[in-house]
Structures are given as C-alpha cells and as structure tokens.
C-alpha cells in the first residue's frame, strides 16, 4: 500500500512506523524531571499539598522535589508495625501517560490521509496563532544572537542605576497577553531579578461577599495562595497579593525563567499599636526572593510559572494551550527523527525528512495540548529546531534586540524601597535615578475592581436561629484598599500591580511625582467612555497610571505623592481619634523573637499566646494514609525548607558537635486550607531541626493589619482626570 505525500509516494507501512517512531512518548520519569527542571508546577500560583487557585494561582514550589523525596526513604518511619509503599513518597509516575506507539502501528492509510486532509481549527489554541512566519526570520537571528553572545554584556554596570535601566515593560511576545517583563541586561542564574515588593494580605475574600448572588473579584487572577508570600496561618483563607515580580511577568511552559517559590519576609517597622496609630496601615511583608532560574540573555522575555495547573483550570477560556511535557514530547521527536536520519538504513532526502515531519506533526494523537505543541512550530530546520527548542521555536518574539525594547517599554527599575523617612508609614520608594520635572518615573498598570464595598470585611461568626451563617456586622476592610485609588463619586477602585509603586507615601506639601493616565501601547483608553457596570465586564488589565516628575528628583531621593485632601483628611481624623486596642500595652509580636538563637521547649517559660512556634515541614502523605493514633517520625530535609511551616511543639533540644537541633511535634492547624493541615489524630514527629527551620507568627488574625479600627482609606484619584463616565455616586 502506497500513500502521496508532496512530491513522494511513501509506503503506508513504512512511514507508519518510522513516524511512529520519532515521536514515542519519553518516560513518566522523564517527563516529571523535566516538570520539575523547566516548570516546577504545583497544585497551588502555590503548594504540592492543594490544588485551589486563584489566577496566576498555581506556582511550583519545589525544584528539587523528586530527588529529595528519593533521598529521603531511610530518615522515614511508621511506628505500629505500619508500613507505606515507597509509591507515597516518590509518587511521580503519571499513570495517564500511554505509549501510543502500538496504536500507531495500527492506523491505516485512510485515517493517515484523513488526518492530514481534516480541518484541524476546532483543534487550535484559542488565542492568536502564536507562529508569525513573517517575523520569524529575524527572530531567528535574535536566538541566534543571544546564542553567540558572550554573556558579558553590561556585566560590570548592571549595578550602576543611575544610568542602566534593566527591565521593561512593553507587549508580551505571547499573542493576547498584554504586557510582559523583558530583560535589558544579561542575568546570571540564581541573581535576583527584581526589587523587593509589598506582599499584601486578603483575608477570606469569598466568605466576606456570600451575601452577594454574584460579584466579581478581578484580583482573583492576580494572586497566590499563602505559601509563597509567607502567609500561611493568617487565617482560613488567605490570598497574597504580590505587585510586580508576582504579577507582572506572563507564563509559557518550559520558557519559564524567573523563580518566585522562595518564602517571603517580614520586617519591623518600629511601630507598636499601643502607641502607634499607623499601625496595620501597611504591610511588614516584603518578598525579595525573585531569581534567575537560568542564565538569561538580554533581550529575553521574563516569564513566572503559574503551574500548570493554573491554565487546566481555565482551558474553556484559553483552549489546550501546551504545557512543558507537551513541549518535551516534541522536541522528543524532533530528536528521534534526526536521529533516524543519521541511520545508515535511513534513504529519505532532506526534502523528504522534511515533509515527514509535517506528517508527523499532522498524525500524533496525544491530545489537544500536545498537537497544539506540534503545530505552534514553524521552523521547518529541524536541527534549529532541536538547538533551540519546541517551546522557544514557537514564541521567536521572545527574546528582542535591546533597542526594541527599550523603543517600545517602559522602564520598571527606577525605583527601590527601604524604610521610609515618613513616620508611621513603613517602607517607602526611592529613585534609583536622576529626573528632570516632565519625567516618566514609573508605570502603574492597573487592575479594577467595579464595586470598592467587595473590600468590606464582616464578622463571620455570625448565625440565624437555626445556625446558619448570616453577614454580620462590619467590621473594617481589606488592606488592599490603602493601596488602591479611588474616588468618592465612584464605586470604582483601581489597584496598581506595577514594580516598587506601591511603597510611594503621602505627603501634600513637598510631592515630587503625580499621576497621569499612559498613553501606552496596549492601554484601552477607549474604556473612559465605559460605564463602571461596563468596565466590570472587562475581566482583564487595560488601564495604566504613570507617576511623572512634578519637580527634579536626584537619586536615591524618596518618591511622594499627594494622596489627595479627602486622604489626609481622613488621616487626621484617624490619628485624633486613636485608641489603642484592649490588651495591645502587652502586645509582643512575633517579630520580636526571630532572632533569638535558642527556642524553648514545652517544658520552658511559654511564649505569648499571640506567638506560634512553627517548623518547616513537608506533609508526604495523604490525609487516608495514616491511621489515627498512629506516630509517623523522620528527620528534617533540605526539602522541608521549600514547604509551609506549621505549627509545631518543641520536645526537645539537643547538640551534635557544636551544632544545635530539634525535635519537634507537628500540631494540627485549625487554620489555612484544609488540605495543608495535619488531620486531627495523626501524629507527626520531626527531629534534627536546625534553627533555620524554626520560625515564629503571630497567631491566625492577631497580626497588626487585623486590629479593630485599623486605617483604611484609598488613594485619590484628582478631579481633573477621573473620567465623568465612571461617576455612579
């Protein structure tokens, strides 16, 4: 039997076999370290341990997770003569994962022809055809450039600010996708990649808006579950909202350069709310932790992974868009075809290769995501193809001549933070530059959520007569709204998720910046004319801010704004009206015992009640493993370290050589999500505990944001240019 392809007449047996061939599927194993060195994805933009979401809401956690847990079967132990299958542990292997080689084998020339001869759009990602063959050459040359570059570029300015700008902002390389982070200078891996950023708490978000039959939270898309912005334990239900590095930059499946996994920190502010009335005005957590997974070459589009997950979740508003082990399947044939190529049995010509390729990618059956994966490949040089990649292959636009990007982005590194000037104001912004007055300082691209009162916090322990849960009383709202702009004829808030912007304080005598509306590319102006009720519908970012020089700056001078008199109107009142909260004179955070060298036991002077001693540690097992009563004991891991901590009673203390450690107790956390938790029962014992895996928090809702009559109020947006359509009060 004999089939036309092109210009070649192939025998049906032959080419079904050789292109079942090229693209048989690698290993699970193969394909779990591959999703652990390109992607890392985890169940939550977040843990192993829970599969929640919330936009980007999917974040790896572990890179090096699968050869801990390897590594880690002789520290293990499951006391009343229990045992758990090594599986448990390991537990990589994707039992979904076929060889489709077999079936393959089968396919007749009929279903060949069918393939290749069908109408495949219903099959197509649904976005922008990410293949631009007029484009493609030149960014071809771009790979090729970044390739043979010496990786010295800018090395020794990269730390001068005052004159390099090292990051942009400007259109995304991924077709639809808005605005995206590029790279001016070269990154080395594991070099921080971004200023430090606010990380600001939102606390039970849903439960505080059951009331409602529907409402909409765009901030959903935007933020991470409480492992990576240091959050766990601050309540039931706790999403991070992380500016910049955590919302800033796009995802693409195995492009994925930036790691934002590291745990965020907090800092002192020197505030106390006995005597303080800005205190829980502003958040003390900061994430510094964003770092080059590779090295990077300037130029280079910066992508986050959000996990994967994040995009399986949303396939009905993204389509099979392909993940990493789809990109791994192709470039797996892509290798095995040139490698058939190098076969002395092989006869086919160049041409002929070609052509089968095509086939190839026509016939595969691996599912949707996969076949996108193929089809998103347009460089018909297969050895190009395998240098650079599957994934690269199909987003060429993602790396750009330097010149490109800073014609068309804006600069984001033009400010840092540290501890502000101002009094009761926490961290603030500070030029990393010189402006003139009519300078650009910074971008502040905008997120909007339609109605300000989806902020507004009730008591949630509040039931009918037959105990069901009712709204309650108000009792304040989310942090999130002191670092919004608002205005008081609207029910409009806008939220900047831009890089460092959202350390700028107060102060209406001496401002050096204000804000404007962007006239930037990609920027929907149009949605001045909107209605609010409109606007809502708009379930994606479109609005920009910029703060502009209002007089000259010199460097490392602090950034103001004037928030705007209704702002400081509403400070005033605040600070006359002051009353320290009951029991806040004997009040000691957290904070305050981080840095002690030696942790108490159970059997020492206790901590306050307010404190939790917590330990770093990696739950291995599901909640139906273990029995009830029984005592599951291990030693600690480097790999606890990339998880939650939890609280913990220390047992003991105890010394190796000159080196202290612990043993510890895992408790059952009545707060966070129910997955992360210790089962009730269970018991959970860890020992060798360096100090390193000991930290302290305050107790779920007892943190400084959490107080009763805390400051809340937005940013104002002046008169002259809040857009009248948007007035709905």
């Given at each position: 039997?004999?089939?036309?392809?092109?210009?070649?007449?192939?025998?049906?047996?032959?080419?079904?076999?050789?292109?079942?061939?090229?693209?048989?599927?690698?290993?699970?194993?193969?394909?779990?370290?591959?999703?652990?060195?390109?992607?890392?994805?985890?169940?939550?933009?977040?843990?192993?341990?829970?599969?929640?979401?919330?936009?980007?809401?999917?974040?790896?956690?572990?890179?090096?997770?699968?050869?801990?847990?390897?590594?880690?079967?002789?520290?293990?132990?499951?006391?009343?003569?229990?045992?758990?299958?090594?599986?448990?542990?390991?537990?990589?292997?994707?039992?979904?994962?076929?060889?489709?080689?077999?079936?393959?084998?089968?396919?007749?020339?009929?279903?060949?022809?069918?393939?290749?001869?069908?109408?495949?759009?219903?099959?197509?990602?649904?976005?922008?055809?990410?293949?631009d063959s007029a484009h493609h050459t030149n960014a071809s040359i771009n790979l090729l450039q970044a390739k043979n570059s010496n990786g010295q570029q800018n090395k020794d300015q990269t730390n001068v600010h005052e004159s390099i700008c090292r990051y942009y902002l400007a259109p995304s390389s991924i077709p639809n996708s808005g605005w995206g982070i590029f790279t001016a200078v070269d990154i080395q891996e594991d070099e921080r990649a971004f200023p430090a950023e606010v990380v600001i708490p939102i606390m039970d978000i849903d439960d505080h808006n059951n009331y409602k039959e529907d409402y909409e939270w765009m901030p959903r898309s935007y933020v991470w579950q409480p492992d990576i912005p240091g959050l766990e334990g601050e309540g039931n239900d706790v999403d991070g909202w992380i500016p910049g590095p955590g919302a800033m930059p796009n995802c693409y499946s195995s492009l994925n350069n930036i790691d934002v996994s590291e745990y965020a920190s907090r800092y002192d502010s020197g505030l106390h709310r006995s005597v303080d009335p800005g205190a829980g005005a502003f958040t003390t957590t900061t994430y510094e932790q964003a770092y080059a997974l590779e090295d990077i070459k300037?130029?280079?589009?910066?992508?986050?992974?959000?996990?994967?997950?994040?995009?399986?979740?949303?396939?009905?508003?993204?389509?099979?868009?392909?993940?990493?082990?789809?990109?791994?399947?192709?470039?797996?044939?892509?290798?095995?075809?040139?490698?058939?190529?190098?076969?002395?049995?092989?006869?086919?010509?160049?041409?002929?290769?070609?052509?089968?390729?095509?086939?190839?990618?026509?016939?595969?059956?691996?599912?949707?995501?996969?076949?996108?994966?193929?089809?998103?490949?347009?460089?018909?040089?297969?050895?190009?193809?395998?240098?650079?990649g599957s994934a690269r292959s199909s987003l060429p636009q993602s790396i750009r001549e330097i010149s490109w990007i800073q014609k068309n982005g804006l600069c984001i590194d033009n400010l840092s933070a540290k501890l502000s000037n101002i009094k009761q104001a926490g961290k603030g912004a500070f030029s990393t530059r010189a402006f003139q007055e009519g300078d650009f300082v910074a971008p502040l691209p905008l997120i909007h959520i339609p109605d300000k009162d989806?902020?507004?916090?009730?008591?949630?322990?509040?039931?009918?007569?037959?105990?069901?849960?009712?709204?309650?009383?108000?009792?304040?709202?989310?942090?999130?709204?002191?670092?919004?702009?608002?205005?008081?004829?609207?029910?409009?808030?806008?939220?900047?998720?831009?890089?460092?912007?959202?350390?700028?304080?107060?102060?209406?005598?001496?401002?050096?910046?204000?804000i404007r509306w962007s006239q930037f590319s990609g920027t929907h102006n149009e949605w001045y004319n909107k209605t609010v009720d409109e606007l809502g519908k708009e379930q994606h970012a479109g609005l920009m801010f910029e703060y502009v020089a209002i007089r000259d700056i010199a460097p490392r001078e602090e950034i103001l704004l004037d928030y705007g008199h209704e702002w400081?109107?509403?400070?005033?009142?605040?600070?006359?009206?002051?009353?320290?909260?009951?029991?806040?004179?004997?009040?000691?955070?957290?904070l305050y015992y981080r840095n002690d060298p030696i942790v108490r036991t159970e059997k020492e002077d206790p901590y306050p009640d307010n404190v939790v001693v917590s330990c770093f540690y990696?739950?291995?097992?599901?909640?139906?493993?273990?029995?009830?009563?029984?005592?599951?004991?291990?030693?600690?891991?480097?790999?606890?370290?990339?998880?939650?901590?939890?609280?913990?009673?220390?047992?003991?203390?105890?010394?190796?050589?000159?080196?202290?450690?612990?043993?510890?107790?895992?408790?059952?956390?009545?707060?966070?999500?129910?997955?992360?938790r210790i089962p009730e029962g269970q018991v959970h014992k860890l020992t060798g505990i360096p100090r390193d895996g000991i930290e302290f928090r305050d107790e779920a809702y007892t943190a400084d944001f959490h107080i009763k009559g805390v400051f809340r109020h937005p940013i104002g947006i002046p008169d002259e240019i809040f857009p009248p359509a948007w007035k709905n009060i």
């Open positions: 039997m004999v089939f036309i392809f092109g210009s070649y007449v192939y025998s049906v047996v032959t080419i079904d076999r050789t292109v079942s061939r090229f693209y048989k599927p690698v290993t699970n194993d193969e394909f779990v370290a591959n999703r652990y060195a390109h992607d890392g994805s985890s169940a939550s933009k977040h843990s192993q341990e829970e599969t929640k979401f919330s936009f980007r809401q999917d974040t790896r956690i572990d890179l090096n997770e699968k050869d801990e847990d390897q590594n880690i079967n002789h520290n293990m132990q499951i006391h009343e003569d229990e045992t758990v299958e090594d599986e448990i542990l390991k537990g990589n292997k994707n039992p979904n994962q076929n060889d489709n080689t077999a079936q393959m084998e089968q396919s007749s020339i009929h279903q060949i022809a069918s393939v290749i001869n069908s109408n495949n759009n219903s099959q197509s990602m649904n976005i922008e055809s990410i293949t300037a130029g280079t589009e910066l992508f986050v992974s959000y996990g994967e997950s994040w995009f399986i979740s949303r396939t009905d508003t993204f389509g099979h868009i392909p993940l990493s082990n789809d990109y791994t399947y192709v470039d797996t044939a892509v290798t095995n075809i040139l490698n058939y190529r190098n076969d002395s049995l092989a006869t086919l010509s160049d041409v002929a290769f070609g052509d089968l390729w095509e086939l190839t990618k026509q016939i595969t059956s691996d599912g949707l995501r996969t076949r996108n994966a193929f089809h998103s490949t347009n460089d018909k040089d297969l050895l190009n193809l395998q240098e650079f989806t902020v507004n916090m009730y008591d949630l322990n509040t039931t009918d007569k037959d105990g069901n849960k009712i709204k309650g009383d108000f009792i304040g709202k989310q942090l999130i709204t002191n670092y919004c702009f608002g205005h008081s004829s609207s029910t409009l808030f806008l939220c900047s998720y831009g890089s460092s912007v959202n350390f700028v304080n107060h102060d209406s005598k001496s401002p050096n910046v204000k400081e109107e509403a400070w005033k009142k605040h600070v006359n009206d002051f009353k320290p909260s009951m029991g806040s004179k004997n009040y000691t955070s957290a990696r739950n291995y097992f599901h909640n139906s493993v273990l029995k009830k009563g029984q005592v599951f004991r291990r030693k600690f891991s480097r790999n606890d370290y990339h998880s939650v901590s939890r609280p913990c009673t220390i047992t003991s203390r105890y010394s190796v050589g000159n080196v202290t450690y612990y043993a510890a107790t895992i408790n059952h956390n009545k707060n966070g999500h129910k997955s992360r």
